[in-house]
């Protein structure tokens, strides 16, 4: 990408106040997925992609992210931190972990930290390059929470629908950000009330469509479910490591 140092920005901040008690120690991103926080997954995720810098904005607990991750080089990448001393909201912590980034022309992917994908990022770059806009947001099918049924005028039920999609798309929280529109962010608030619709309004926001896998933990169930869909995140960063380890052993001793 341009012969630059490929960087990501995490938002990992968030309280989780309807995942307590699992959160009363930890922010959000640090709840466990088996036996490794959920923050594990985006950091692998990323490094897989080719990202090599990552700046995570934590607040809330930020301690639990530092000492696990440390400056991120057992992971593969290298990690700084941006400490927000009180809550900017998450435009605001956008805007100042983006003060952490190395200098760069290249696009740097912004994500929530409690969001997991398999995301192609080619496909996010490639689109945000030929959209020619400041940033390009990852849209995805909106999924009915429920069961829905069809019926017939007279009152029958005709059809079960489980948890259909719905003709809609949600912003899922993925974006590619050109370096100099941070300072468009707000110093305090959200992004996407105080920033996103004026973008929009003036066709300045690009949409990358993705229909794979998508989900964002808000919940004890939404956490439930994840843990049985675990085997479509692949492996850990541990886990992966340890069998790069494996094959480097094999190949040498071959």
């Not at 912590?93 to 398999?118: E, F």
């Not at 305090?188 to 690009?206: I, R, S, T, V």
């Not at 794979?212 to 939404?222: E, L, S």
Request: hydrophobic fraction near 35%.
């Amino acid at each position: 990408m341009r012969g630059q140092t490929l960087q990501a920005i995490i938002l990992a901040g968030g309280r989780g106040e309807r995942l307590r008690p699992l959160t009363d120690d930890r922010p959000k991103p640090m709840v466990l997925v088996g036996d490794v926080p959920l923050l594990c997954y985006s950091i692998r995720w990323l490094k897989n992609a080719g990202i090599e810098r990552i700046v995570i904005s934590c607040g809330y607990r930020h301690s639990s992210i530092s000492d696990y991750f440390g400056d991120g080089s057992k992971f593969g990448v290298s990690i700084d931190y941006s400490v927000e001393q009180q809550p900017l909201g998450r435009g605001g912590g956008i805007k100042l972990a983006s003060k952490k980034l190395w200098a760069t022309k290249s696009p740097v992917i912004v994500l929530n930290g409690d969001t997991v994908t398999d995301l192609n990022l080619d496909d996010l770059y490639q689109e945000h390059a030929q959209g020619g806009k400041p940033i390009t947001i990852t849209a995805t099918p909106l999924h009915c929470s429920y069961g829905t049924i069809d019926l017939s005028d007279d009152g029958l039920a005709v059809a079960f629908r489980e948890k259909p999609i719905l003709p809609y798309w949600v912003n899922a929280g993925i974006y590619a950000v050109e370096p100099a529109t941070f300072a468009e962010f707000p110093d305090q608030g959200d992004h996407e009330e105080l920033l996103f619709p004026q973008l929009a309004k003036e066709l300045q926001l690009n949409a990358h469509k993705f229909k794979g896998f998508w989900k964002a933990i808000d919940t004890r169930k939404d956490l439930e479910d994840l843990k049985r869909e675990k085997h479509r995140l692949g492996p850990t960063i541990e886990q992966q490591e340890l069998s790069e380890l494996f094959n480097r052993r094999r190949s040498s001793s071959s």
